[in-house]
């Protein structure tokens, strides 16, 4: 009667070892939507005036790129640093790609009205994002965001 006692705390003790220990294995496996797109990575491209028929031009550079998952699907964000203060009416405009399971943006922004300063890094980002449902997502292995100088692209 007293060994059952003690086997009770003992298992019990057991049990939230092994499950608490196999939560790290969750926490980097593929299962875990916060793994469904890995680590950024950087490209320098060159420089290109491309300009579109709305007027707005490519961010001169790409700094971040992030993939926050939502419950439908996920949100792009993307922070851009344009050469002089002023820079607006930024999006990130998807572009066809040569393979379909890429998702290619570019991030569109238009000039200041009139002549800005430089001015500090901090004071000129700008901040863009785009969203993607689920259905989208299932068929896409990457997603780029292409600026001027640069561009970033996450994996999976």
């Known amino acids: ?12 003790v057991m049990a939230i070892s092994l499950t608490v220990g196999a939560c790290g294995r969750v926490a980097e496996s593929r299962f875990n939507p916060f ?6 990575s950087v490209e320098t491209v060159a420089a290109n005036a491309d300009v ?10 790409v700094t971040e790129l992030a993939v926050d998952q939502t419950p439908g699907g996920a949100i792009i964000r ?15 405009v998807r572009v066809n790609s040569a393979d379909p ?6 991030f569109r922004v238009l000039p200041p009205l009139e002549r800005r300063a430089q001015s500090t890094t901090q004071s ?3 901040i863009a994002g785009a969203a993607l449902s689920n ?20 994996s999976r």
């Open 1 to 12: 009667m007293k060994t059952d006692r003690m086997r009770t705390p003992i298992l019990a």
């Open 35 to 40: 793994n469904w797109f890995g680590r950024e």
């Open 52 to 61: 579109t028929t709305d007027g707005r031009q490519l961010v001169d550079q």
């Open 78 to 92: 993307a922070v851009g640093l344009p050469p002089v203060q002023g820079f607006w009416d930024a999006e990130l």
């Open 101 to 106: 399971s890429l998702a290619v943006y570019e």
């Open 124 to 126: 000129r980002e700008i």
């Open 135 to 154: 259905r989208q997502l299932a068929s896409i292995r990457g997603i780029v965001v292409r600026g001027q100088r640069s561009q970033r692209t996450v």
